[in-house]
């Protein structure tokens, strides 16, 4: 399992992360206010800008193969990344929380779900780096994976019956009511979380079971830790502005959820298939894409012309 990310390297993705939000946050949200569609479109742009340019960087210093399996990452992640769009959007809606405070729910929520995941991947890495044989089990993993999607109904998300929530509830006193912008604050002389926590907590919990299945699938694609993990956080980071630019558009891909099935099978295929022959990385880069784009075109097309 070979690794490219040298101390230097990291640094350098630590540093254009940290100052993208920095001035995400710090500048652009500094106050809770609703995000504006142009708004969204600027910073989705901002983040796959950021992504393709450090797509560039490794391309340039690791070579070709290397920045090939760092744009399947990220494309990979992007497409699993839909879902969770859907999910975001039933969620604040259940939780009637305002437009102005929704980006710094994702924002929180998006950041601690790049801590857990960095977590997932340092574990998995380490796992597979232990016990090689792990990996073809991620990749029966993944086509079990891609027939229970198929296979499943298409019902609508719940929050209510998030066992996160129920047992946060029981545990953590809430507020009646919303206190802005504010996690916590007091009530009756008492300090509480409030229902705005409550929000945060659902949708980190969301992130964790998406990432259950993304983290395997990106792991089918490459294990050096360097590129999963920032492949996968410039995919994750640019969630938060793809929310707010086609939450209601993530709706009419009806049809994504075959490509994304398809997908994970032919990525678990793929690594149950090392010790006989390799896929060239350019192919496998060329059927995720292509996939991706046919469901997309389809979708647009044949879909329901709106939501609601």
């Not at 992360?17 to 949200?29: E, K, Q, R, S």
């Not at 998006?110 to 990749?139: D, E, K, M, N």
């Not at 029981?170 to 996690?183: H, K, N």
């Not at 079971?209 to 360097?226: E, L, N, Q, R, Y």
Request: aromatic fraction near 12%; hydrophobic fraction near 60%.
């Amino acid at each position: 399992m070979t690794a490219v990310g040298t101390p230097l390297v990291w640094g350098l993705f630590a540093v254009v992360v940290a100052v993208a939000l920095a001035i995400d946050l710090g500048v652009f949200h500094r106050e809770a206010r609703p995000v504006r569609m142009r708004d969204a479109a600027a910073w989705v742009a901002v983040w796959c800008s950021l992504g393709l340019a450090f797509n560039l960087f490794v391309w340039q210093r690791f070579g070709v193969h290397k920045g090939l399996e760092f744009l399947q990452g990220w494309l990979l992640e992007l497409a699993l990344s839909a879902d969770n769009v859907f999910v975001f959007v039933v969620i604040l809606s259940y939780f009637k929380v305002n437009r102005d405070v929704q980006h710094k729910v994702l924002f929180w929520g998006i950041l601690g779900a790049v801590i857990s995941r960095g977590s997932f991947i340092v574990a998995g890495a380490a796992t597979i780096h232990a016990f090689h044989w792990v990996l073809y089990l991620l990749g029966a993993f993944l086509v079990f994976t891609s027939i229970k999607i198929l296979a499943q109904e298409d019902k609508p998300v719940d929050p209510s019956r998030n066992l996160v929530l129920r047992l946060f509830r029981r545990l953590v006193p809430i507020t009646p009511d919303y206190l802005g912008a504010r996690f916590f604050g007091r009530h009756e002389g008492r300090l509480m979380a409030t229902p705005l926590l409550a929000v945060l907590v659902v949708v980190e919990a969301a992130d964790v079971m998406f990432a259950v299945d993304s983290i395997p699938a990106i792991f089918g694609v490459t294990t050096d830790v360097f590129i999963v993990f920032t492949s996968n956080v410039f995919a994750v980071l640019g969630l938060r502005s793809l929310y707010f630019l086609v939450a209601g558009l993530a709706q009419r891909l009806v049809y994504l959820k075959y490509a994304i099935s398809a997908i994970l099978a032919f990525i678990g295929i793929k690594v149950m298939a090392q010790p006989l022959f390799q896929i060239p990385v350019l192919i496998s880069l060329a059927v995720v894409v292509g996939l991706l784009a046919l469901a997309t075109v389809v979708s647009l097309l044949f879909g329901p012309k709106r939501v609601g």
